[in-house]
């Protein structure tokens, strides 16, 4: 746990040189906006903006990955444990929070007015709120347009990679994540990429209900029931579970490693808003396009 | 023996009647009937697992008793309060717990909480009491010491301080000298031979000081107490003065053993010995 | 001393029952075969026979194998510490593993695929060095060395809590883990349970002699011609590897190794060799007989609560039903400390002591890092910091004082020094509270959390005083009660993560503790329920001074022994909920500050509760304090900082006792 390298003295003063008019909801290029959560991370910096701090943000790099995070941006610790002296000492005029962290509200109000937007709720798809929620952020920041320029940009990219995998039209998909080399965690419908796996023509294999997001660890042996999916594994994947599996009796007569209906993708924020959407989508039919050419890795996790 | 029909004669400090004992199917103490007036050194004898112990404790409180009804002064034990009863009658258990730091002074101290009570202030009387205790079990150099760094010896007196600062006039005594060598045996044994009959203390208390004391010893219990009551297999075998009890015939039956006795050659008291 | 007294029930026949508990795991396991979903498609019958081959039977043969070899580490710990509530879990042997697990798999990848099993063992083997190193001034006296478990044990899962939250990766096999799930791909894990197990066995049955005369105390033993102590050693190596390479393959389950032995005792089996050949056996169906009803009761979507967590719920009430069973050491060991040092001035002490906790308070608001480096906050700066900093700093030093004084009392209470508020139930009951208000809620608020937390608080508290008070409120059966409850809370905890979602995320960051959330309002609410639960041990501290002298000697001073333990215990719990809202479950202050204060020579009651409130106070402060600044902005949880400070130190202080008495 290092400090994130948002912290240079040059990036303070570049922020310190750009600090605008504190208090009101400022607009335009003085705009000073917090986040706390990732997936508005994501969306902020998808139409644009940059954030003058945001929490976590050596982890988001790995996690997410896209987009890429300015070295401006201040990096406010954890979290569920973000420093508020230091959000302080950043000194934004709008902080954007979420549900998860509804329980800190107060003690970020003593810093600046708080904008929470929830992506993320039991019984919501969260496509739909995903853009809503960059409606929303353009509605507050005064950038509309930039909302609707992200919106339209990921709904094109989808509608392309549709076209794309035209060919896979209907073809049952299995997203997962490996836990140890016996367990998986699964993304059902109600999932962001459950959600994109539908807009992308592609069928959901797992057809139980998950609480929107990943159920509960789920045996290796379950993936016996779905002998025509096609596997995509989320990075990261346990360098142990790798090891191991690649020697697997049972891994290896799946008939889906057998046949090499297997796509290990790099990794995607779950939790994320359009940009991982978006991500997602693009890994996901690059993967799909290229199944003929993995021809020969097997089952190798690597 | 008394008869179990018959009314407590005044004066008895402790009636028992019909005081019984059982774990389980297992009688530890058969129905006892017993009178002691106050004012006397008791000495309870006999061998192990007779029942001494559970008798005390039944005494102190510390066990209630099956079946039967002990009376403390006329009044049944249940029916007085913790403190009230704690001011007329003490008890040192078996072993000594460890006292954790304190030192002789606040340990005897802690004699008084019967009369001040968990909110009460230590007035200057309790005061009194504690240094008076001190100096009666020949503690007074080692006002400040800690218990625990004390001698087997001195640390049965400190403790023999904490019941005199109660201020009771009942002592219950469970072998107050088993893990002492003999000279601190005998310092121990002589405090309580001269509290026996002593004005017990105290505002509004009258009547002599009762000391009921268990002791393994029956020679040093012959020496220190007035009477003796003999217990083997949970009935009480005997009961009577010293030398009443100190004949062979008797300390056979309590003891299985074969015994004589003897006058002591300079005091007179009687002896006994194993043939 | 260890053996348990049980009403008699040798003539059960335990071939009989065994037959019978064989036959249930038999039918189970033929229920579970039945229900195999049918697969479609042209590979189903080939597939079919792999699930069987490759899934189904090395899950069966794991069940029964770990389950031996955690009854068999479970005999032989029991037998060579003559403790019968010792096991693999109760020692801190696997939260020990588990925690080197999760450290290498943070800092170390390599470590793990070198040698997972190595790595579980050197954790084991530290956790059960530092859990003896702690009881060893007490001689091992049961209770005491399970309670050092316990701590250890939640200090290792707040450490895992920490790392976690830190890391973000690779969390979710860590969550499966914790709560010890069984599914099985291929043979390894039980071919290599199985290898253990059967040199593990060999190794015992050599050691059958010795272990008879581990019956015997040391002297006696000793006096025969036994190497006690290397033996001692030898043996509880054996153990420990025993529960460690189960640790490695398939997490952490539960109480199997307290529960083995103990039905093997009330099966009949008196003599070692018995012992040794029931535990493994009964331990062995146990897991499967569990592990089959997990998976009957499996939904599509997964296990509903992990095979680990399920037999770990049963660790509590088993440890309830072996108390009435446990011998209370007779005369309690002398806990002399061996520094008679007394402060002839404790008042002034006290003063001193309050006036470090304000400079400490002082030093927490003025001095610290912003985002260029360390400055001293003045003027301006300060106003706008002190809005963050006071509420952190109020709710440290209260929840410190609390903790301090909650440990206070307990060891006057039980005469134990290593009797913390942690182990009172009280904290896991708050974060079963809190789990629950996160599971059914998706965001809830702070006063929701608050109110959940302190339901869950006050649940725990009932139960306790419940049990306490049936089983006649020995200071020991209130610790194990205490530790029961503990146990069944912390199993909750695990299945609740290893349900995973968002919900998970909170609750690791309230086990690793941490007063960065606190409000300025709770903050004065803390402070208030502070003062109101410090201000009667003023009045209390006689009790206190009288009841570390045992039951015996109180009741004839007249102290009405029943009610003021109840008070006394209350207002601990009470004490411990509040102040485990904010930092967590552990922080080991409730240990440090009591030691510290007896280290300075405080003596009286009275004088000793308020010192270790002041000195806890002063140490969470400082804590607090290093939390924020230590890896600014990221900040470190309180808890576990204080645990990581105070812990090196209170086994150095209870250790440097042990050599000097032991």
Same mark, same amino acid.
């Given at each position: 746990m290092r400090s994130g390298p948002g912290l240079s003295r040059r990036a303070l003063l570049a922020a310190a040189a750009t600090l605008a008019a504190p208090g009101a909801r400022a607009q335009g290029a003085a705009l000073r906006v917090a986040t706390i959560d990732w997936a508005l991370l994501e969306t902020l910096l998808g139409m644009g903006i940059t954030p003058v701090a945001a929490a976590e943000l050596v982890l988001f790099r790995t996690v997410a990955v896209e987009p890429p995070v300015p070295p401006s941006v201040i990096d406010i610790g954890l979290r569920g444990a973000p420093n508020f002296e230091a959000l302080r000492l950043a000194r934004p005029s709008l902080i954007f929070s979420s549900n998860y962290y509804a329980e800190m509200e107060p003690k970020l109000r003593l810093v600046a007015p708080v904008e929470t937007i929830s992506i993320y709720r039991t019984g919501d798809p969260p496509f739909a709120r995903a853009e809503a929620a960059a409606v929303r952020i353009g509605a507050v920041t005064g950038r509309e347009d930039a909302a609707r320029a992200l919106i339209a940009d990921v709904t094109a990219q989808l509608v392309r990679d549709r076209a794309n995998l035209a060919g896979h039209a209907g073809r049952p998909v299995l997203v997962l994540n490996l836990g140890d080399a016996r367990h998986f965690r699964v993304f059902g419908a109600d999932s962001l990429f459950g959600e994109v796996l539908g807009r992308l023509g592609l069928a959901n294999a797992w057809g139980e209900r998950t609480s929107y997001a990943a159920s509960a660890p789920i045996g290796l042996e379950a993936l016996a029931r779905f002998p025509e999916a096609f596997l995509i594994v989320l990075r990261p994947v346990p360098p142990d579970a790798a090891r191991v599996l690649g020697q697997s009796v049972l891994w290896n007569a799946l008939p889906n490693i057998r046949d090499r209906r297997l796509a290990v993708l790099d990794s995607v924020d779950p939790f994320g808003g359009l940009p991982a959407a978006a991500r997602f989508a693009r890994l996901l039919s690059a993967a799909l396009r290229a199944e003929g050419d993995a021809a020969g890795r097997g089952g190798d996790l690597g | 023996m008394v008869d179990p029909a018959r009314p407590a004669p005044a004066g008895a400090l402790w009636s028992l009647c019909e005081v019984a004992f059982t774990l389980g199917e297992r009688a530890i103490l058969s129905?006892?009937?017993?009178?002691?007036?106050?004012?006397?050194?008791?000495? #309870?004898?006999?061998?192990?697992?007779?029942?001494?112990?559970?008798?005390?404790?039944?005494?102190? *409180?510390?066990?209630?008793?099956?079946?039967?009804?002990?009376?403390?002064?006329?009044?049944? =034990?249940?029916?007085?309060?913790?403190?009230?009863?704690?001011?007329?009658?003490?008890?040192?258990? $078996? !072993?000594?717990?460890?006292?954790?730091?304190?030192?002789?002074?606040?340990?005897?101290?802690?004699?008084?909480?019967?009369?001040?009570?968990?909110?009460?202030?230590?007035?200057?009387?309790?005061?009194?009491?504690?240094?008076?205790?001190?100096? *009666?079990?020949?503690?007074?150099?080692?006002?400040?010491?800690?218990?625990?760094?004390?001698?087997?010896?001195?640390?049965?007196?400190?403790?023999?301080?904490?019941?005199?600062?109660?201020?009771?006039?009942?002592?219950?005594?469970?072998?107050?000298?088993?893990?002492?060598?003999?000279?601190? $045996?005998?310092?121990? #044994?002589?405090?309580?031979?001269?509290?026996?009959?002593?004005?017990?203390?105290?505002?509004?208390?009258?009547?002599?000081?009762?000391?009921?004391v268990i002791l393994h010893d029956i020679n040093l219990a012959a020496r220190t107490c007035d009477a003796l009551l003999a217990l083997r297999g949970g009935r009480l075998l005997a009961h009577g003065p010293c030398d009443e009890i100190m004949e062979p015939e008797r300390l056979r039956a309590i003891y299985g053993l074969d015994m004589g006795v003897m006058a002591h050659p300079v005091s007179g008291t009687p002896m006994s010995y194993v043939l | 001393m260890a053996e348990l007294t049980l009403p008699r029930p040798a003539r059960r026949r335990p071939l009989h029952i065994g037959l019978a508990l064989g036959l249930l795991g038999t039918l189970l396991f033929a229920l579970v075969l039945a229900r195999q979903p049918t697969l479609a498609g042209p590979d189903a019958p080939a597939l079919q026979q792999l699930l069987l081959w490759h899934s189904l039977l090395p899950r069966a043969a794991t069940a029964l194998l770990a389950g031996a070899a955690l009854g068999l580490s479970g005999a032989l710990l029991q037998r060579v510490l003559r403790n019968p509530i010792a096991d693999p879990s109760t020692l801190g042997i696997a939260a020990g593993a588990q925690l080197a697990l999760t450290l290498a798999m943070a800092f170390a990848p390599a470590l793990l695929a070198f040698s997972r099993e190595g790595t579980a063992f050197a954790g084991g083997i530290v956790a059960v060095a530092l859990v003896l190193a702690m009881s060893w001034r007490r001689g091992f006296e049961p209770v005491t060395v399970v309670v050092a478990g316990m701590t250890l044990s939640l200090m290792a899962g707040a450490m895992s809590a920490a790392l976690i939250l830190a890391r973000g990766d690779y969390v979710f096999s860590l969550f499966i883990w914790g709560a010890g799930a069984l599914h099985q791909q291929n043979w390894q894990p039980a071919l290599l349970v199985g290898t253990r197990l059967a040199l593990g066995a060999a190794a015992a049955l050599l050691l059958l002699r010795p272990l008879d005369l581990m019956t015997l105390d040391d002297a006696a033993a000793r006096s025969l011609g036994a190497a006690v102590q290397g033996m001692r050693l030898g043996i509880i190596a054996l153990a420990v590897w025993l529960a460690a390479s189960v640790v490695s393959q398939v997490g952490v389950i539960g109480f199997v190794g307290l529960a083995a032995p103990a039905f093997a005792r009330l099966g009949g089996a008196r003599r070692p060799g018995a012992l040794l050949l029931a535990s493994p056996l009964i331990g062995a169906l146990m897991l499967w007989i569990t592990d089959s009803l997990v998976q009957l009761t499996a939904s599509d979507g997964g296990d509903l609560i992990p095979t680990g967590a399920a037999v770990g719920l049963l660790g509590g009430p088993l440890l309830l039903w072996l108390l009435p069973r446990l011998p209370v050491s007779a005369p309690r060991q002398p806990m002399a400390t061996g520094h008679t040092r007394r402060l002839?001035?404790?008042?002034?002490?006290?003063?001193?002591?309050?006036?470090?906790?304000?400079?400490?308070?002082?030093?927490?608001?003025?001095?610290?890092?912003?985002?260029?480096?360390?400055?001293?906050?003045?003027?301006?700066? =300060?106003?706008?910091?002190?809005?963050?900093?006071?509420?952190?700093?109020?709710?440290?030093?209260?929840?410190?004082?609390?903790?301090?004084?909650?440990?206070?009392?307990?060891?006057?209470?039980?005469?134990?020094?290593?009797?913390?508020?942690?182990?009172?139930?009280?904290?896991?009951?708050?974060?079963?509270?809190?789990?629950i208000a996160l599971t059914l809620s998706p965001a809830p608020s702070a006063a929701l959390l608050l109110a959940a937390s302190a339901g869950g608080a006050l649940g725990a508290l009932a139960l306790v005083l419940l049990m306490a008070a049936w089983t006649g409120f020995a200071a020991e059966r209130l610790l194990l009660c205490g530790i029961a409850l503990g146990c069944t809370g912390l199993a909750i905890l695990s299945a609740v993560f290893a349900a995973g979602g968002p919900g998970s995320f909170r609750l690791l960051a309230w086990m690793s503790g941490s007063t960065d959330k606190v409000g300025a309002n709770e903050a004065w609410m803390l402070a208030a329920c502070a003062?109101?639960?410090?201000?009667?041990?003023?009045?209390?501290?006689?009790?206190?001074?009288?009841?570390?002298?045992?039951?015996?000697?109180?009741?004839?001073?007249?102290?009405?022994?029943?009610?003021?333990?109840?008070?006394?215990?209350?207002?601990?719990?009470?004490?411990?909920?509040?102040?485990?809202? !904010?930092?967590?479950?552990?922080?080991?202050?409730?240990?440090?500050?009591?030691?510290?204060? *007896?280290?300075?020579?405080?003596?009286?009651?009275?004088?000793?509760?308020?010192?270790?409130?002041?000195?806890?106070?002063?140490?969470?402060?400082?804590?607090?304090?290093?939390?924020?600044?230590?890896?600014?902005?990221?900040?470190?949880?309180?808890?576990?900082?204080?645990? #990581?400070?105070?812990?090196?130190?209170?086994?150095?202080?209870?250790?440097r006792g042990g050599r000097r008495h032991g």
């Open positions: - | 129905p006892l009937t017993l009178d002691l007036p106050a004012g006397r050194v008791y000495g #309870l004898i006999g061998p192990n697992g007779s029942g001494k112990s559970t008798l005390l404790k039944m005494m102190a *409180r510390q066990l209630a008793p099956s079946s039967g009804e002990l009376r403390f002064d006329d009044r049944p =034990l249940g029916a007085w309060s913790g403190r009230a009863f704690a001011r007329e009658v003490a008890y040192m258990p $078996q !072993f000594m717990p460890a006292s954790d730091g304190m030192n002789v002074r606040e340990l005897v101290s802690l004699g008084r909480y019967p009369w001040h009570g968990a909110l009460g202030r230590f007035s200057p009387e309790d005061e009194a009491r504690v240094e008076a205790a001190i100096q *009666r079990a020949g503690l007074a150099p080692f006002r400040e010491r800690a218990v625990d760094s004390l001698s087997g010896g001195e640390r049965q007196r400190a403790w023999l301080a904490l019941m005199l600062a109660q201020g009771a006039r009942c002592l219950l005594l469970d072998e107050p000298t088993s893990a002492l060598d003999i000279a601190h $045996q005998m310092e121990v #044994l002589a405090i309580l031979r001269e509290l026996g009959g002593e004005a017990a203390g105290g505002p509004g208390q009258a009547g002599a000081m009762t000391v009921i | 002839r001035r404790p008042g002034r002490a006290l003063v001193l002591l309050a006036a470090g906790a304000l400079l400490m308070a002082a030093l927490a608001l003025l001095a610290g890092r912003d985002l260029e480096g360390w400055a001293l906050a003045t003027g301006p700066l =300060l106003a706008e910091l002190a809005a963050f900093r006071i509420p952190r700093i109020v709710a440290a030093a209260a929840a410190g004082g609390l903790l301090g004084a909650a440990g206070a009392i307990m060891q006057r209470l039980t005469g134990n020094p290593l009797a913390g508020p942690e182990v009172l139930g009280v904290s896991a009951g708050a974060g079963v509270g809190l789990a003062l109101v639960l410090l201000l009667p041990v003023a009045v209390l501290g006689r009790w206190l001074d009288i009841l570390p002298l045992g039951a015996g000697v109180s009741a004839s001073l007249g102290v009405p022994v029943g009610a003021s333990q109840l008070i006394l215990t209350l207002l601990a719990a009470l004490m411990t909920g509040v102040a485990a809202f !904010f930092v967590g479950p552990l922080s080991l202050v409730g240990l440090i500050g009591p030691h510290l204060a *007896r280290l300075s020579g405080f003596v009286s009651g009275r004088a000793f509760v308020f010192a270790s409130a002041l000195i806890g106070a002063g140490v969470l402060l400082l804590a607090d304090w290093l939390a924020r600044m230590l890896a600014f902005p990221y900040q470190l949880p309180t808890g576990l900082l204080a645990a #990581l400070v105070g812990g090196p130190y209170l086994i150095w202080l209870l250790q």
